[in-house]
Structure formats: structure tokens, C-alpha cells
């Protein structure tokens, strides 16, 4: 498993930016690492992924053209820059890594396939 930690969270009101960041034990071997968000009462969601290797980059439907994933290899750190945030962005994000070591691909939004899991850092948006 891979030890992550993730930070950045915070309020801010519609409109407004926050850039996550995930610090993780190890980024090789090259696996798929992404992220997921959760508000109470609602399944988790994945929001991002990719692969540390490079490439193969996935949003979901709702963050596109707004969230911008990306990683620094020589860090071992994930980030999710969030621009244009809505209310409906409000939830717990969590930093994930995949057991196995391959690119993401379409099932990237399983959190099932992600054995390793951050504490969570929490973002609210205000209207």
C-alpha cells in the first residue's frame, strides 16, 4: 500500500479556486492515482484520475473544463487544481492509489480497484 496525505481544503465561496495536493509515500512503480469525493449521504464519486507514469488522464463529466489533475513525480504529489467551484463541489476529497500497476483506463471511477486511501480533506463552497 501507499501512505498519502492529503491537504489544501478549505471554504470559499462560488466562483472561487482551492488547489488540492496529495503527498504520497511512493509514485513508483507507476500506477494509477486519483480523486474521489464524498458528501454525506451521497456514494463516492470519482472526480479525477491518471496515471503517474504519464498520460491517460480522466475527469468526470461534472469537473471537466473546471478541475485540472496533475502530479510532480520528484515530489510524490498529486494535485487537483479546482477552478470555477460551484456549491454542488462541497465534500470530502480523498486521494486515492490503485493496487495494481497499470494505467487507469475506463474503470477508473471504481473506487473498489484503489487499495490505498488518504484521511480526507474537506472543501465547501458557498453560494
Known amino acids: 500500500q501507499v501512505h498519502l496525505v492529503e491537504s489544501g481544503g478549505g471554504s470559499v465561496q462560488a466562483g472561487g479556486s482551492l488547489r488540492l495536493s496529495c503527498v504520497g509515500s511512493?509514485?513508483?512503480?507507476?500506477?494509477?492515482m486519483g480523486w474521489f469525493r464524498q458528501d454525506s449521504g451521497k456514494e463516492r464519486e470519482g472526480v479525477a484520475a491518471?496515471?503517474?507514469?504519464?498520460?491517460?488522464?480522466y475527469y468526470a463529466d461534472s469537473v471537466k473544463g473546471r478541475f485540472t489533475i496533475s502530479r510532480d513525480s520528484a515530489k510524490n504529489t498529486l494535485y487537483l487544481q479546482m477552478d470555477s467551484l460551484k456549491s454542488e463541489d462541497t465534500a470530502m476529497y480523498f486521494c486515492?492509489?490503485?493496487?495494481?500497476?497499470?494505467?487507469?483506463?475506463?474503470?477508473?471511477?471504481?473506487?473498489?480497484?484503489?487499495?490505498?486511501w488518504g484521511q480526507g480533506t474537506q472543501v465547501t463552497v458557498s453560494s
Open positions: 486515492a492509489a490503485d493496487r495494481a500497476l497499470k494505467p487507469c483506463g475506463s474503470t477508473w471511477g471504481y473506487s473498489a480497484r484503489y487499495n490505498s
Open positions: 511512493k509514485f513508483t512503480p507507476s500506477r494509477c
Open positions: 491518471m496515471y503517474t507514469g504519464g498520460g491517460g488522464i
